[in-house]
């Protein structure tokens, strides 16, 4: 069983670049997984981010990015601010037709 | 604009039945898949179901294989999600999710606001 991994807590100062990362573990995300990214503030459903590795949703700030890094799909937030802080969680997409979720990163801006 | 309202969650006990539903609007849904996620409380996202847009390819999660069934009524804008023999590890938020059209990349973009299902005795 496949499971995707994220880290579990990260922490940025304001204005500064935070990437997270997505991985597998067995195997390697590349485009053709179709990693999507999301937040979600308690108590809120999940907004989109990113869809297709790096394709930002409709009315999403540039300051958010996707990419492949190495053999992990990345989500980059440039010029974090107070309320980017949620949880951010990846999901990609397997060969077998089923997505599968990593368990989510607690981002923290302070 | 694009809208999904999810309906019929509420409390079960467990070995019992549930059937969740979908209404879409503002995008022509008989053209995408959709798909359910759950979130536990305090929990993770987890994928549950998804279903092509004619229901030709349908998927499930090992977690609700043999329990759940996703169908879904593209005359009438709808998603569903029939869920049977629950446990008390199916207490979650059950949201719905549009996924893509034939051809283009997998996605889930939009999701509704998702409704509760609570499995207790």
């Known amino acids: 069983q496949t499971v995707v991994t994220q880290e579990p807590s990260f922490s940025v100062s304001p204005g500064g670049t935070v990437t997270l990362t997505c991985g597998l573990t067995s195997g390697s995300v590349s485009f053709n997984s179709y990693a999507c990214w999301y937040q979600q503030t308690p108590g809120q459903a999940p907004r989109t981010l990113i869809y297709s590795t790096n394709v930002r949703s409709a009315g999403v700030p540039d300051r958010f990015s996707g990419s492949i890094l190495g053999s992990k799909a990345a989500l980059t937030i440039t010029g974090a601010q107070a309320d980017d802080e949620s949880d951010y969680y990846c999901?990609?997409?397997?060969?077998?037709?089923?997505?599968?979720f990593g368990g989510g990163t607690r981002l923290t801006v302070l | 604009e694009v809208q999904l309202v999810e309906s019929g969650g509420g409390l079960v006990k467990p070995g019992g039945s549930l059937r969740l539903s979908c209404a879409a609007s503002?995008?022509?849904?008989?053209?995408?898949?959709m798909n359910w996620v759950r979130q536990a409380p305090g929990k993770g996202l987890e994928w549950v179901s998804s279903?092509?847009?004619?229901?030709?390819?349908?998927h499930y999660a090992d977690s609700v294989r043999g329990r759940f069934t996703i169908f879904r009524d593209n005359a009438k804008n709808s998603l569903f999600l029939q869920m049977n023999s629950l446990k008390a590890e199916d207490t979650a938020i059950y949201y719905c999710?549009?996924?893509?059209?034939?051809?283009?990349?997998?996605?889930?973009?939009?999701w509704g606001q998702g409704t509760l299902v609570s499995v207790s005795s």
């Open positions: 999710a549009r996924g893509s059209v034939p051809g283009s990349s997998p996605q889930m973009g939009y």
């Open positions: 503002g995008f022509t849904f008989k053209t995408h898949s």
């Open positions: 999901v990609v997409y397997m060969p077998s037709g089923i997505w599968v």
């Open positions: 279903i092509s847009s004619t229901s030709s390819y349908i």
